[in-house]
């Protein structure tokens, strides 16, 4: 009889993991689909207020200008020493991979001023902007960081993963998988800011 017991106990704590596990898992569904519905449009922007502020949050900036003209992001800057530098940055390519890469390219003119450091700090924050506009609902909360840039010429390569905020994102939890199947599609620059195309699943998750 004690046998029969343990077996139905067992049964039933089973039965009971199985469908916490179904409600975890429906939650998280539920929640990844809010997060695209908050997405809404394919398309979001970036204002010259959003993009000069991103700027003064980079390291070694103490004060900072934006202004979107001719497909540039015009960009005047002080920095700690009290040193102006102006340059202008054209968006370029986006690469995005499932579980893998997610890249934008923008570049810099004139080129050699990829190399200064203040300048470089000034994209790794425009890209944080990017990434917490293309990923709000997945990153709200978390403060834009400061992404890594790589130099090729006169162009900086910026892998978001390289953000504090999305690498804690992408470790876990239900919203993880909106930062691999929302990705880029295409960068513009116009009077109005900084476009930023996405790239949403069709049909939506869940459905």
Excluded: N
């Amino acid at each position: 009889m004690a046998d029969r017991f343990d077996l139905l106990r067992s049964l039933l704590r089973t039965a009971a993991a199985g469908a916490a596990r179904r409600v975890r898992e429906l939650s998280g569904l539920e929640q990844v689909r809010g997060a695209l519905a908050e997405l809404g449009a394919r398309r979001v922007v970036l204002d010259e207020a959003a993009l000069g502020a991103a700027i003064a949050r980079a390291p070694g900036v103490r004060e900072a200008t934006a202004r979107t003209r001719d497909g540039r992001l015009l960009a005047d800057v002080v920095d700690d020493e009290g040193a102006a530098v102006a340059f202008a940055i054209l968006p370029g390519a986006a690469r995005f991979a499932a579980r893998g890469a997610k890249e934008i390219e923008l570049r810099v003119e004139p080129p050699e001023r990829a190399e200064l450091g203040v300048v470089r700090a000034a994209v790794g924050a425009i890209a944080g902007a990017i990434a917490h506009a293309v990923w709000r609902p997945a990153l709200r909360g978390a403060r834009p960081g400061v992404a890594l840039t790589e130099r090729l010429g006169g162009v900086l390569r910026v892998d978001l993963r390289s953000l504090p905020e999305v690498r804690d994102a992408l470790s876990g939890g239900p919203l993880a998988v909106l930062l691999e199947v929302v990705s880029i599609a295409r960068l513009g620059i116009d009077d109005r800011g900084l476009s930023i195309e996405l790239a949403l699943p069709v049909p939506p998750v869940g459905r």
